[in-house]
């Protein structure tokens, strides 16, 4: 029985360690605003077709990845290059910003509250 609850704990620590590793490589949108925002990846080093790259919508608090080695994301093979996104919300359309760049193994974050708000690294 000891033996079953300690193969359990080591391979409940790998499938965790794999799943932190995946994300250390990959560029990540949080929205810390408090309106429901959308991201959609911008042509800049991204998937020729539209529907490949990355997009999300992102409910105050939530965050999305992709991996920079993923060539929908990240056309090239270097986790310094640029990739370009679109943030906006509501009905209308309203854009937070239209070509906010980051590293394709960076960090956006799109903050703010009462229709004031800002895309950041």
């Known amino acids: 029985m000891k033996k079953i609850k300690k193969g359990l ?6 499938v965790l360690m794999l799943a932190f590793a ?9 929205n810390k605003s408090d309106v429901k925002m959308y991201v959609q ?7 020729f077709w539209v529907y ?4 999300a919508r992102l409910a105050p ?3 999305a990845c992709c991996n920079w080695q993923n060539t929908d994301c990240n056309k090239t093979d ?14 209308f359309v309203v854009y937070v910003c239209k070509d906010f760049r980051i590293r394709a193994d960076g960090d956006l974050y799109i903050t ?7 895309c950041s690294r």
């Not at 704990?9 to 790998?14: E, F, K």
């Not at 995946?22 to 949080?30: E, H, K, L, M, R």
């Not at 990846?41 to 998937?47: I, R, T």
């Open 9 to 14: 704990s080591v391979l409940t620590v790998i």
């Open 78 to 91: 270097n986790p310094a290059a640029e990739v370009s996104f679109k943030v906006y919300y509501g009905y």
């Open 22 to 30: 995946g994300q250390a490589s990959a560029f990540c949108v949080t």
């Open 112 to 118: 703010g509250t009462n229709y004031s708000y800002s």
């Open 52 to 55: 490949k790259r990355f997009s």
């Open 61 to 63: 608090g939530e965050r």
């Open 41 to 47: 990846q911008n042509s800049l080093n991204a998937s």
